[in-house]
């Protein structure tokens, strides 16, 4: 059972470069979440997602989008890279209804140059 | 977005001691969490408390949700070295969104 799982765990990237982030879990969750983590300001929430096919717009969505085709994948796409968007990007699920806790995953470290 | 304040932002305590933690919102919750996360990976959920009031405890951590729905606290007794990590509170006061604290550091010095 691996729970959450975040593809890649490392990237480099260029700005005005483009990427996905891949979020897979295999716990039969129906909410998923992307958040960001940076120094000293603990984690935000991008985008986030109430079952397949749906998503909606977190506390700091820009720059992002996501997509939710298969209930147990959520993906993470950056259209054109920014500096600003140099993070560690952490996938959470949850079993459903808004009181459920969340599980992560290890994180992906982005680094945008 | 909602502004979480969890203090102290890092402790340095000896092995044995008793830890204390917390975290205040600015504005009502209805559920509150408490992390643990550790170098290199994603936070682990410690303790969850849904009841204004409401003491939970997890082996030596213990947790409560504040009577006036806006704090929390986070005990630890008799610290560990593996206890060493970032402690971070999360709050959800309605909707689908859990806002999270900047993170208490823990150092336990052996």
């Known amino acids: 059972n691996a729970g959450v799982t975040q593809t890649p765990k490392f990237r480099v990237l260029k700005t005005g470069q483009s990427m996905t982030l891949l979020c897979a879990q295999d716990m039969n969750h129906e909410y998923m979440y992307w958040y960001r983590q940076d120094p000293g300001m603990g984690l935000r929430l991008i985008h986030y997602s109430v079952g397949e096919g749906t998503t909606a717009k977190g506390e700091v969505p820009d720059g992002y989008n996501v997509s939710r085709l298969k209930k147990q994948n959520f993906l993470l796409g950056l259209e054109s890279a920014a500096p600003s968007q140099t993070s560690v990007y952490f996938c959470a699920s949850s079993y459903g209804g808004t009181n459920q806790p969340q599980h992560f995953g290890d994180g992906t470290r982005l680094s945008i140059l | 977005g909602q502004q979480l304040n969890q203090s102290p932002q890092s402790m340095f305590i000896q092995e044995g001691e008793d830890v204390s933690m917390n975290c205040t919102s600015s504005?009502?919750?209805?559920?509150w969490l408490w992390y643990k996360q550790d170098p290199g990976e994603g936070p682990v959920l410690l303790i969850a408390?849904?009841?204004?009031?409401e003491l939970t405890s997890n082996g030596r951590l213990t947790a409560q949700f504040g009577i006036t729905r806006k704090d929390s606290f986070l005990n630890i007794s008799a610290s560990i070295p593996s206890d060493v990590g970032i402690y971070f509170c999360a709050g959800r006061s309605g909707g689908n969104q859990f806002y999270f604290g900047t993170g208490t550091s823990l150092t336990v010095i052996p």
């Open positions: 504005s009502i919750f209805n559920t």
């Open positions: 408390l849904y009841k204004a009031g």
